[in-house]
């Protein structure tokens, strides 16, 4: 078994989380879907030290209603505000490259699995404004980096600083450490 998360594409990300809520028989829309993957990644980036997203696919951007990954967003954007019924596919060459493809992207590494699921779990019952509220309160990331009219980059240190600190707080919460 992996020790650690192994980056991810994001859409793999948001794929796995729409087929959790798919299997509950519980609506997931797209606000509340962008925030769990940034939050999936925060928790990867300070429980085991490395990123979910794979940089070279995806980053962080804070926009108007929070830290959002554009091709998250890009991909789920026909869902406006209803329930996200299917995960997405992305276009793919064939091995001999004679012909495209659809794949589904699907999360491959398990401990990645693990953060998603824990991100589902904890933020269940969570409206997609109360996700947004949480990732605009004072000493966020998002609050550090959001400049009005543009997607400024979150870079992975502040996210990480930020929910190492979530982390500590929980364990202390738990009993563990000082």
């Not at 609506?27 to 962008?34: F, K």
């Not at 993957?37 to 085991?48: D, K, N, R, T």
């Not at 969570?126 to 990331?141: F, N």
């Amino acid at each position: 078994m992996e020790a650690t998360a192994k980056r991810e594409n994001a859409l793999s990300i948001a794929n796995c989380f729409v087929s959790i809520a798919k299997e509950k028989g519980e609506p997931i829309r797209l606000l509340g879907l962008i925030k769990r993957v940034y939050i999936a990644h925060g928790f990867s980036l300070a429980i085991y030290n490395e990123p979910l997203l794979d940089r070279r696919f995806d980053r962080v951007e804070a926009w108007r209603y929070g830290p959002v990954i554009p091709s998250v967003y890009h991909s789920f954007k026909h869902y406006k505000d209803s329930p996200i019924t299917e995960g997405t596919v992305i276009l793919k060459w064939n091995e001999d490259k004679s012909e495209a493809v659809y794949e589904s992207p699907e999360v491959r590494n398990e401990m990645a699995r693990r953060i998603v699921k824990m991100v589902y779990e904890r933020y269940r019952n969570w409206s997609d404004s109360a996700l947004v509220s949480l990732t605009h309160r004072d000493g966020t990331p998002w609050r550090w980096c959001y400049k009005e009219g543009e997607n400024a980059e979150i870079p992975d240190f502040i996210t990480k600083a930020f929910y190492r600190k979530v982390v500590d707080s929980e364990m202390k919460r738990a009993g563990y450490g000082g």
